[in-house]
């Protein structure tokens, strides 16, 4: 059975920092991506950051010189730094991996910002 739990989200003021963890188990091959989406409410789902294997990155350009994605292959785990944190950040952020054609997901974990 394949999980991918998230860790790392909270409530953190403007022009904080949070680390997301998001750790996969279950998988029996590595993951060709692994990455983050957030969806914030009444907004649609966006990417925020993916990293490919290879270390290939791409980000959401609102993030992109804030956040920072990383991976540890040998954990099948995936991070995402997260700096000058603004309210519009605000979202849950779901933790994905790509296994071949499947695509999981984790549960979600909150990220609010704001004095």
């Known amino acids: 059975q394949v999980q991918l739990v998230e860790s790392g989200g909270g409530l953190v003021q403007p022009e904080g920092s949070l680390r997301l963890s998001c750790a996969a188990s279950g998988i029996r091959s590595s993951p060709r991506a692994m990455g983050w989406y957030r969806q914030a409410p009444g907004k649609q789902r966006e990417l925020v950051a993916r990293?490919?294997?290879?270390?290939?990155?791409n980000y959401l350009d609102s993030v992109k010189g804030r956040f920072t994605i990383s991976r540890d292959n040998a954990k099948n785990t995936v991070y995402l730094q997260m700096n000058s944190l603004k309210p519009e950040d605000t979202a849950v952020y779901l933790c994905?991996?790509?296994?071949?054609?499947?695509?999981?997901w984790g549960q979600g974990t909150q990220v609010t910002v704001s004095s």
């Open positions: 994905f991996a790509s296994v071949g054609v499947t695509t999981y």
């Open positions: 990293i490919i294997n290879g270390g290939t990155t």
